[in-house]
């Protein structure tokens, strides 16, 4: 049976990460209060954002940023989007 987590996006329970996706007290903050569903919407968002913006990784700031961004995600906070993208229609 996988873990759940009281996910801090969602505000319910739902399945959580199989381990901590960062070292130290962060990861370990998304482990215990982020479910996979809401890290696996962040990394499709971290993408998109990193390839519209042109984001350099090497940039402290641009990582500052989206750390920064990653944060509000994840907390269910406004976040920035990827200019122009418009979501799929169900």
Same mark, same amino acid.
Do not use: R
């Given at each position: 049976m996988s873990r759940t987590v009281h996910c801090r996006k969602y505000n319910e329970q739902l399945p959580g990460l199989d381990r901590p996706p960062y070292p130290g007290a962060?990861? /370990?903050?998304?482990?215990?209060?982020?479910?996979? !569903?809401?890290?696996? $919407?962040w990394q499709a968002h971290q993408t998109m954002l990193i390839n519209e913006r042109r984001l350099n990784m090497m940039n402290a700031e641009d990582r500052k940023f989206l /750390?920064? $961004?990653?944060? !509000?995600?994840?907390?269910? $906070?406004d976040y920035a989007k990827a200019d122009g993208y418009v979501p799929p229609s169900a």
């Open positions: 962060k990861g /370990q903050d998304i482990y215990d209060n982020v479910s996979k !569903k809401a890290w696996d $919407e /750390q920064a $961004e990653m944060d !509000k995600f994840l907390s269910g $906070e």
